[in-house]
């Protein structure tokens, strides 16, 4: 089956793939990526056994707790011990090397005021990481300051985060760059020159096609993704899911954007893939007035903002999880591309998705 599904800001084309539709709640906007039929984001991508093989990790805060008493652990080992095996209190603090008079100022005292805010922190704290196992202490942070109202310092998120052995999934190397084409009709400077700063939308746009497997038996399928990334605000502007890695993939990942932005004449740049080195390309770029640019052979940094996103979409979403069909890969790379663009927040966006740091510039303009 050749390309499947189209995406761009104005909706989908192509055939249908048997995935949910768009939400048609969500307002329609120009540039708009619609939101597809999404699962929760807690185990919305499941092995074949229907369990969610991302786990909590165990964190490495031993003896880590929520009490801002420093003896904490001593004050109630010596109060279980004395309840349960009726030890004398005075042995066991003496043992501790804690005095009476503390242990006992401990155990008539109700917890703090901060002390039950931090319960009340942990509970949020829990409830953002099992939905979004992904998630470090910085994110959360930023979760809790945008969408629960909750203004902490990071070093406190830490620390209830040791606390209650929450850790993020492990980040996976990404190995492997893409190689020039053996043959390649034309080759662009480097006019980007990793200036990966852009003072307005659709000034600089960079785009690259990654790699997908899905498992149907013993049988390994793959699955192409092309993209095109805004450097101003960090958005996905269009993109295109394929069986194959062609021409086809990256001419309509290309259309779909210049449809959605037909004002827009940004510097165009990729690698030296062979989509992007045929002549047929470069006569599209110049006929939608864009400037062409392509990193150095074997410079991967020089596209180094979309291998990013490549990175965290598959850290995200596809590393440690085994999908057993063409369809619920599709579906979920789908899910993934609308929650970045409008859910997750990015610190290098002032705490903002990147299509709300997109809106305040056109709310600005």
């Keep these: 089956m050749d390309k499947e599904i189209l995406r761009d800001g104005r909706g989908w084309t192509g055939r249908s793939t048997g995935t949910p539709g768009w939400n048609a709640a969500e307002p329609d906007a120009p540039g708009r990526i619609e939101r597809p039929d999404c699962p929760a984001r807690t185990g919305e991508i499941r092995s074949g056994n229907g369990e969610c093989p991302v786990k909590k990790s165990e964190g490495s805060g031993e003896g880590a707790t929520l009490s801002l008493v420093r003896w904490q652990s001593a004050y109630k080992s010596v109060k279980e011990l004395s309840a349960e095996h009726s030890y004398p209190v005075w042995k066991l603090c003496g043992f501790l090397h804690i005095t009476r008079s503390a242990y006992y100022r401990w155990l008539k005292h109700p917890k703090s005021s901060q ?32 969408n629960h109202g909750i203004h902490i310092n990071d070093k406190r998120v830490l620390r209830i985060d040791r606390a209650l052995h929450i850790q993020s999934t492990i980040k996976f190397r990404r190995h492997g760059c893409t190689k020039s084409a053996k043959a390649p009709e034309y080759i662009a400077k480097n006019y980007l020159m990793r200036q990966f700063h852009a003072d307005a939308p659709n000034l600089k746009w960079l785009t690259d096609v990654t790699e997908f497997k899905y498992y149907i038996g013993p049988e390994i399928h793959k699955l192409y993704l092309s993209a095109i990334l805004d450097l101003y605000d960090r958005r996905i502007v269009a993109y295109a899911i394929s069986d194959h ?33 045929s002549r047929s390309f470069h ?83």
């Design 115 to 146: 002390e039950r805010e931090n319960e009340q922190i942990a509970e949020k704290v829990e409830q953002i990481h099992k939905e979004h196992p992904d998630m470090g202490y910085r994110r959360i942070r930023d979760e809790l300051d945008r």
């Design 283 to 365: 006569q599209k770029l110049k006929q939608a007035g864009m400037r062409q640019s392509m990193s150095r052979v074997a410079r991967c940094i020089d596209n180094g903002p979309m291998e990013g996103f490549w990175g965290i979409l598959k850290r995200e979403m596809y590393y440690g999880h085994k999908f057993t069909s063409r369809e619920q890969l599709v579906q979920a790379v789908s899910c993934y591309i609308f929650y970045y663009n409008y859910r997750r927040l990015q610190r290098r966006l002032s705490i903002m998705t990147p299509m709300e740091f997109h809106e305040q510039y056109a709310k600005a303009a």
């Design 245 to 277: 890695n062609d021409n086809r993939l990256v001419f309509d990942t290309f259309d779909a954007a210049v449809v959605s932005f037909p004002k827009a004449h940004p510097l165009f740049h990729s690698d030296r893939g062979f989509q992007y080195t």
